[in-house]
């Protein structure tokens, strides 16, 4: 399994690569349907109206891929900070995630989930405005098992353990030891 250092610093770069890709396909295509509208040629309406709706759907295709790459690009800026504040809030609220970074809970729940999708946090979901991780759940269902808290040497959360065996991280699924 590859560490969490390294997976954040592959999806930034592939992010950045995607955005510019995104941005390059989408002026081109604009471009392509302003040249239609421009050179529309009343002898070929259907040529011409090819011509503008095909490169008008990739430029708007291009448009919503670009807003969503951002939202990625955003939640991959603020992981580490998103990772220390929710692995020192039990309730894992997402709201109060969100006030030190000046952010709505929208906004915050579109980043975890973005985080969750490139598997930067691992086995979560988000329900209520709360990050779920049921795996801890099921930890805190067995009460007669003595737990310990670790942290993280790749993403630097605190994850409680059960003690004696062997664990991963709730949020990166990098191993702990001790
Ligand atoms: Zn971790």
Redesign the pocket.
């Known amino acids: 399994m590859k560490n969490?250092g390294t997976k954040l610093t592959l999806a930034k770069a592939a992010n950045k690569t995607r955005l510019i890709i995104m941005w390059i396909i989408t002026i081109c295509s604009a471009l392509m349907t302003i040249g239609g509208v421009a050179t529309f040629n009343t002898q070929n309406i259907f040529g011409s109206l090819v011509v503008i709706l095909g490169f008008g759907a990739i430029a708007f295709f291009g448009i919503t891929k670009i807003i969503k790459l951002r939202t990625q690009k955003a939640a991959l800026k603020n992981y580490t900070g998103y990772?220390a504040r929710l692995s020192n809030d039990p309730p894992k609220s997402l709201s109060r995630l969100a006030t030190p970074f000046n952010l709505s809970t929208d906004t915050v729940v579109k980043h975890i989930n973005a985080l969750i999708k490139l598997g930067l946090i691992q086995n979560a979901y988000v329900e209520n405005d709360r990050l779920i991780l049921p795996e801890r759940n099921l930890y805190e269902k067995a009460p007669e098992t003595v737990y310990v808290t670790m942290k993280?040497a790749?993403?630097?959360?605190n994850?409680t353990v059960p003690e004696g065996k062997s664990n991963t991280?709730e949020?990166?699924?990098?191993p702990l030891t001790k």
């Open positions: 969490t990772i993280c790749c993403c630097g959360a994850t991280c949020y990166c699924g990098s």
